[in-house]
């Protein structure tokens, strides 16, 4: 399954193929799974896309959660130039800090993240993104319905986009309340779709490359009682919609694993076995600069091809 999909990137590279003047019938997609600091697994990957230039052979790239925000680095052209961001103390610990929860505030800022460090520290390439030939679509879940939704319609301008992103990172009570757009509000995708596959190949999508935070032999379990006694009461305020889509995630996570490893063209790019379970909320800069190089690495050897020869001059 994966040959199809290197095949079409190799026959992409060299035709010099870009979104809008293909020759060729093929919907490429590339999905980024979520995971919040699991994430510095995608971004690393998605390093890989970028140093060997093939972003372009793609006609989309689909984002759940902190792999909504790798992709938009993605897409700006600044993957590479800001993976330090991982391994920051300053940024990582003021983005990501425990003792706020004893503030009753979001113990992960991710309006410091995205509308102070994407601004002002290191920005993000918003209009890079917004004219991008290679469609973003960041996921969210729906606080009233519990559904994935695509928010791609929602992004206009810098603005919408940024609220985008904080809605598709809206960790239930972790990151606060959930996020307003156009009227409706929103919590994070992993909720609903922690690889949004199922949203891709509703939109035709007909070969994927899926960048995964989670080791071939990680498996999602259902919420333990802790969990559900600490969240049922969030839930029951801010997104009433969702609990039950919650109470089933590994149910869903199951239901994604079955598509991608049944769907014809699809390549899955996982950290190696062995690799360190990176959780949620980790902020040591240590373990999370190892998953960055360890996902660079690994997208590396899983495109197998030496592309950067194909590459037009």
Wanted: with cysteine; net charge positive; proline share 5%.
């Amino acid at each position: 399954m994966a040959v199809e999909v290197l095949e079409l990137l190799r026959d992409r590279m060299r035709q010099e193929s870009a979104p809008g003047r293909r020759n060729d019938d093929a919907r490429l997609v590339l999905l980024i799974e979520g995971g919040s600091s699991r994430g510095a697994y995608s971004s690393g990957m998605a390093v890989a896309i970028e140093q060997l230039g093939l972003l372009s052979m793609f006609d989309a790239v689909y984002g759940s959660s902190a792999g909504a925000l790798n992709g938009a680095w993605l897409l700006c052209g600044r993957a590479e130039r800001t993976m330090h961001a991982w391994w920051d103390r300053t940024i990582m610990r003021t983005t990501i800090d425990p003792r706020r929860a004893l503030l009753r505030q979001p113990v992960v800022d991710t309006r410091f993240l995205i509308h102070t460090v994407y601004t002002e520290i290191m920005p993000m390439g918003f209009q890079e993104i917004l004219d991008s030939p290679v469609e973003f679509h960041p996921i969210a879940t729906h606080a009233g319905t519990g559904e994935a939704v695509d928010l791609h319609a929602h992004v206009r301008d810098q603005s919408s986009l940024q609220a985008t992103l904080r809605a598709s990172t809206a960790m239930p009570l972790l990151a606060g309340e959930p996020v307003e757009i156009d009227g409706q509000r929103y919590v994070d995708a992993g909720v609903s779709a922690a690889v949004p596959v199922r949203t891709a190949l509703a939109q035709g999508a007909t070969h994927l490359v899926a960048l995964r935070t989670r080791r071939v032999d990680e498996k999602a379990s259902a919420p333990s009682r802790g969990e559900r006694l600490l969240l049922s009461r969030w839930f029951a305020r801010q997104a009433p919609g969702a609990y039950e889509t919650w109470l089933r995630r590994a149910t869903l996570r199951a239901e994604e694993e079955r598509l991608l490893a049944t769907h014809p063209a699809t390549l899955q790019i996982r950290p190696p076995l062995g690799s360190a379970r990176i959780g949620r909320t980790e902020r040591r800069p240590g373990p999370l600069r190892a998953a960055v190089d360890a996902g660079r690495l690994a997208a590396s050897h899983a495109l197998q091809t030496d592309f950067t020869s194909l590459a037009p001059s």
